[in-house]
């Protein structure tokens, strides 16, 4: 990816008259986009890392593996939240790792934890780098150095079983060349995240990910069989059976571990045969709570879709769910998306049981076009905000989840600290949301946010999602459905484990990590 | 449940002459059902409780809910594993916890466990108690006393939320009860283990119980939304929203955790309406390969009935699935059993595919009595079980999981090491099998053992239990899909988890039972 901005030089594209239209109208705002920094000219912190340290590595993974270079040190700076990007298309000296590692495998990874355990040195775990919390930002802790620990290089399918439905992944294959790699054998993940093109294996497990098809294959940590990790204190080996009652979960304690806990070098996951068809169908409602409802009584019928997503009034209307119509036509209500994957029988059964209910609940059927839009798009949306970005608007998003009783409370509340805390800066924002994971107990709220400007935007935001942090936690709310938590959500851990719960962390943290090297300031309060 | 065996009296039945007749010809058994010890009469081991203790423990709990009644004690003195059952029956002195304390509340609780830590007591807790591994045994570790927590009095329904699907239930209800409360909303749990009858609400989360149901409403894990649990360091509340991305998944530390790391007082689960309808379906199959690919195939394509099983050829030819007439006219092939609930929509889509991929598989469909007999005998033969012990057969169960792939090889390792230990013995064993619980990458197994007792079957099973565990964990199976851990499973936890797993688990342990009163002797090695 590129180092100030999401994704790749090809996929930015500049807005739509529509679009710019829009925002001079709301927001006043109409300048032309900021002239970007060539990556060689930005200032970068010097290495920390001394000589010796830098041989050390060496010896363990190869002097073609160990990069003090500047691009590979920018482009591993951190991840891709609105302030990540803020802060590197601001000026002055970037903070970086000290050094970029790149071991070739589960043997080199423990090498480095034991040699950066031995000689003081945080190690932040690097998969695609796509961290909206913080996750990959190069905090040193109480340590002098840091490095990145890029995990690229473990990138093999090294085992599939069609029989059983799984497969054994590297930890730094990313989401497209696993689905490649996969497809190979006329199999599918079935993971599909917004960061899907770039994010990682490893990512997906360490981050509790969830996949716009999470309502049909589940969410990443569903599909997680067996892990490997990588620890300072040793390897853990953990799932031995599709299920078990042979004590506490232990994945369960590393799915989420942000690189705090250890390194998950290999994953083995359940995949399913390539769907041999799959049906597109939008809905409209007359409002969100009519949606939701809808999407309920579909979701506790056992009858849910592949992909199943609700837009409210305000992301309706902006068309935000459509990327190639985004501020055009006005929509009234509230759009539905479902897609139904497999084979032609169940595609069949399952899409007949679910437009039934979703048309008893209220669903006026909108036929296929703006299901098939919407998955044409669906990765688009993070360009969309450079592009925002750069034309001095603030656009951010962010996520929760709560019980079906409590989403109307929890939606507004969250909606009101942010009108609260941004309008109370003078910036009053749009507020757009919409349901994209739905369970037969709750649902997941994502949150897009967008308003003018300030000088200092970071501290602009900043002041926001503290607000809404508190609010999501008050309203009962998780402060985290599936972004993780990095630097940006630990405040709130306390608030969503207790005190108990963060000294259990903090003692399994020791026992594996007793120098404390993994990842520093993440996850772990 | 009675003291010696399974159940309550009016459960108990003599064997049908069919079965004795087959006992005889098979293992030469044809004596008479050994009389039972009048519970007064039986010896049993002095409390070991001092009076300041019992004065310390009736200072939190009242001194009606402290008892150290021989009638109290020894009904507390175990589970209800053949090994239990073949103790309790042997003459001698029986063991047996010192006093049986009947907290009200999760304040008492924390009180005793504050108590019992300061003073150096082992805690037992106790649900139902009907354990089959020893979960329940009154080890006293290093300590002097150990009394047994029983969790009845925490009976309550403390909030139903019929929109989310929810119910927050006290640890001990018993499974019948929990039904009767949530029925009176209209809602159902939907967990029916064997055990159901008698078990408890914490027991089902403390050991990841699955029930007969599990291919549709899943296992109790799965139902588990938050739990309390108190423990000697304090309280933990965990569970926030459906599903979260807020760091590891606590909660799979306590689910599964058998008393050891904390005592769940209180689960938060998810519920459904009372189904509309339910359908029953039996299959016949020509051999367990055929069968167990075709429930493959429909668990794969997510058209898994409610209840989904599949017995091989030995338990089939017995009739073991249906309870009125086991040991009656013979069947050949392997019966599987089908039930859908929920609306009549959904049960009529989902069987209607599920039927078209089993009769694709090479499925005979027998309809619906064969399914509806296994149903109404379906909790019955553990206390089959008791008529046979009594008539100097020897009868267990056990159980795992494994891939798909693997189903094959590891049913035929688990068989030849039963056939071998117990043949090695003298007494070959009769050994059926069924597939209970299906998951898309795989399967558990579970197994009925019957052989001709020895003088010492204890010993005799214990020669067995070694090899098959050993077996197991050499052929990639968990050692306990479903049964858990206790102290007759632990051996083999190093190899589910590891040493570093295990060390994971210890310190664990360390921060939240510093002084390890809590469950001594289980599932932590």
Redesign the interface.
Known sequence: MVWDAWGIPAGHKPLSAQIRGLLAQVFGVSGDPVARRDEGDVPLRASALSSDRRDGLVAVVGADHVSVDHQDRLRHAGGKSTPDLLRRRADGTQDAPDAVVFPADHAQVLAVLAYCTEHAVAVVPFGGGTSVVGGVDPVRGRFDAVIALDLRRLDAVSRV?P????ATLGAGLTGPRAEELLGAHGLSLGHFPQSFEFASIGGFAA????GQASA?YG?F?DMV?HLTIA?P??????G???????????????????GA?GIITEVTV?V??VPETTAYQAWSFPDFETGAAAL?SVV????APTVFRLSDEAETGLNLARSGDVGGNAVSGCLAITTFE??A??VA??S??AG??LAAAGGKALGDKPAREWEHGRFAAPYMRDALLDLGVLCETLE???????LANLKAKVTAALTDSLGGQGTPPLVMCHIS?T??????LYFTIVAKQLDDPIAQWHIAKQAVGDAIVAA??????????GTD?RP??PA???D??V??????K???DPAGILNPGK?VP
Do not use: K
């Not at 000294?503 to 399994?508: D, E, G, I, M």
């Open positions: 079983d029989i059983s439905g799984t981050t509790r990910s969830s049909g969410r940590d069989q620890t204190s040793g390897t853990l080996a953990l031995r059976a599709p299920a078990s009652a042979a004590g506490p979960d232990l994945r369960e304690l590393f799915v989420g571990s942000e806990l359940r399913h045969p309920r506790q019928a056992g009858a497999g084979t029988a169940h059964a399952r007949a049981e039934a209910l929760t989840a709560t019980t079906w009783a409590n994971h369970y037969p107990t709750g649902a997941s009962g709310g998780t402060i985290t459905h599936h972004h993780a938590v959500h709130w851990i969503e484990i207790g108990l719960g000294r259990v962390l903090r003692a399994v020791q026992e594996l996850l």
